[in-house]
Each structure stands twice: as C-alpha cells, then as structure tokens.
Nanobody, 128 residues
C-alpha cells in the first residue's frame, strides 16, 4: 500500500503562485510514477502533470499548464511537488496526487486508471 497526502492548496489571486506537495508513505519506494490530476466542479477529472521516480525524472504536462506549472521530486523526502505559477481562474479545482507502481510509458501518464493509489485532494481556488 502507498499512502499519499497532498498539501499546499488554498485561495490565490489570478496571476499568483502556489506549490502543492504530495508526500508518500507506506510502500512508497515501489511508486514508479507520480501524477497530479485535477477536477473542477461539474467537470471530469483531468491529467495535469506526471513525473517518473524510478530513473531520470521524466516529466509530462497537459498543454494548458505548460510553461506555468513545474513538477519535481525529492526522493529523500518521498515527496513530489507541483509549482504552479501564473494561475488562472480555470485552474480552480481539487488537485489529486496519484501513484502508480508501474513504469508507465509516456503514452499512459494521462490515464487515471493506471494509478492505483490516490490522495484525498487539496482545493485550489483562483480568484479574479
């Protein structure tokens, strides 16, 4: 089992920044890919970003956050971060951290069914 706990959400004005953290415990060493998803009210959950933790830190981003969000990891702390800059109103959502024990290919990062472990989510609200 892998336990994931997100933190760092909150209320921020448009153009501002937040950094989300995802702390893994339990069998965290078996996590191969960590991803961030988000779900806005009335919308489906969508992929935001992913990072591999088993080798070089390969990363991926959905188009809408490229150039604004940055994912990183601290393997010593078993923590993955999502730095979010230039936040927009449309970034408002509950952000979820997810972990897969599989070494996912880049074509599978965005597929939520590939992730067996999920955190409880953290709310990000961007105001005008």
């Amino acid at each position: 089992q892998v336990q994931l706990v997100e933190s760092g959400g909150g209320l921020v004005q448009a153009g501002g920044s937040l950094r989300l953290s995802c702390a893994a415990s339990g069998r965290s060493a078996s996590s191969s890919t960590i991803a961030w998803f988000r779900q806005a009210p009335g919308k489906e959950r969508e992929f935001v970003s992913a990072i591999t933790v088993w080798s070089a830190a390969n990363t991926a981003y959905t188009d809408s956050v490229k150039g604004r969000f940055s994912i990183s990891r601290d393997n010593a702390k078993n923590t993955v971060y999502l730095q979010m800059n230039s936040l927009k109103l449309e970034d408002t959502a509950v952000y979820y951290c997810a972990a897969s024990t599989r070494r996912l290919g880049s074509g599978n990062y965005y597929r939520d069914i590939m992730y067996a472990y999920w955190g409880q989510g953290t709310q990000v609200t961007v105001s005008s």
